[in-house]
């Protein structure tokens, strides 16, 4: 396993941060099985990813207990983890959002279930409408200067948004979002004409999720398959892949795949890894087999010419078309 700053700061995490969202049983998608869930973590642990994702929204806190309770097997001193805020927990008033009582309240909630003293990254999962910037680096602030979070980052929102944390941090003195978890990948680049060029200048960390696209880059599917044929993980959000860009993408990465002898997965992730902005995709592995034929991706090493080939079929765009 490789090691990376996280952005401008000091902290150190593997090249691949491993996702959680689907550890726990609320969706027919996810693993639904906790202890294979565990024996999973703790396979990534054993391979030296020392940087874990999760939120208090996936399966209602159950993917951080799951998470928690391999934790304290470990040295907590090399491990990094991160978890999220914004989702409704509970119906009902305070239930969601970006108040200072709903971060503080699921900060302190989400520290109980992963069972530590502090989470390392803490972060927004989306932008708030309803509440002011402010009032959310206030709570934010607080909890750095309480100790009970070391670093705070955001996830998915426009340029403007967050260009409008960032400098409102600056201006007010609030602690500063240090990264930016994107949906990013070979054939989502949306993002490369809006919130990557941002945390380029303000050398912010990019820890993509959505790596492989939704298995679209893993080679999952071939043209004239039917994305809603029955499998538990097809739905609308593959579906919309679909296109003869993407095939175009698919295609150059199943072709270097083939050269290198690696997998389209592989070659995914290392193109990612390729691109100067990203810190650490987030893969969210179902499987063992799955995890380490990822965390091989770690040694690949694309030539300017490979890069190319997967990048040439698209043009990015944003916001992106078809979608709101």
Same mark, same amino acid.
């Not at 090249?15 to 689907?22: A, I, K, Q, V």
């Not at 600056?170 to 070979?186: S, T």
């Not at 993509?208 to 071939?222: E, H, I, R, T, V």
């Given at each position: 396993?490789?090691?990376? &700053? ?29 202890? %294979? ?17 999760? %939120?208090? &929204?996936?399966? &209602? ?47 302190? &909630? ?6 530590? /003293?502090?989470?390392?990254? @803490? ?50 003195? @609030? ?16 993002? /490369? ?45 593959? %579906? ?51 995890? /380490? ?32």
């Amino acid at each position: 396993m490789r090691y990376t &700053a996280l952005g401008s700061t000091g902290l150190e995490v593997s090249t691949l941060c491993l996702g959680t969202m689907n550890f726990g049983s609320s969706e027919p998608w996810m693993m639904n099985d906790a202890e %294979a869930s565990r024996e999973l973590l703790r396979r990534a642990l054993d391979l030296g990813i020392n940087f874990v994702d999760t %939120a208090n &929204a996936y399966s &209602a806190g159950e993917s951080e207990e799951i998470v928690g309770s391999v934790l304290d097997s470990y040295r907590r001193d090399e491990l990094v983890v991160a978890t999220k805020v914004f989702f409704d927990m509970h119906d009902g008033p305070n239930g969601g959002g970006l108040s200072k009582k709903h971060i503080i309240d699921q900060c302190h &909630a989400s520290l109980d279930r992963l069972g530590v /003293e502090y989470i390392d990254l @803490y972060q927004i999962h989306r932008w708030d409408e309803e509440t002011p910037i402010e009032e959310t680096l206030e709570a934010l602030t607080y909890l750095v200067d309480e100790g009970y979070v070391r670093y705070i980052g955001a996830s998915t929102m426009a340029n403007w948004q967050f260009q409008k944390a960032l400098y409102t941090a600056d201006i007010e003195g @609030y602690e500063r979002f240090v990264c930016m978890q994107p949906e990013y990948n070979a054939v989502d680049r949306h993002e /490369e004409a809006n919130l990557l060029p941002v945390c380029e200048s303000e050398d912010i960390g990019v820890i993509p999720w959505s790596p492989l696209g939704g298995g679209f880059l893993a080679g999952k599917y071939d043209r004239g398959d039917e994305p809603t044929a029955g499998r538990a993980t097809d739905d609308e959000y593959t %579906a919309d892949r679909f296109t003869e860009e993407n095939w175009a993408v698919l295609d150059a990465v199943r072709d270097i795949a083939a050269e290198n002898d690696a997998t389209p997965a592989q070659v995914s992730l290392a193109w990612l890894l390729e691109q100067d902005v990203v810190d650490a995709p987030i893969i969210g592995p179902r499987t063992i087999d799955h995890l /380490e034929e990822d965390i091989d991706a770690v040694t690949l090493s694309l030539s300017d010419e490979e890069c190319a080939r997967i990048a040439e079929p698209k043009y990015p765009q944003w916001p992106v078309p078809g979608k709101d």
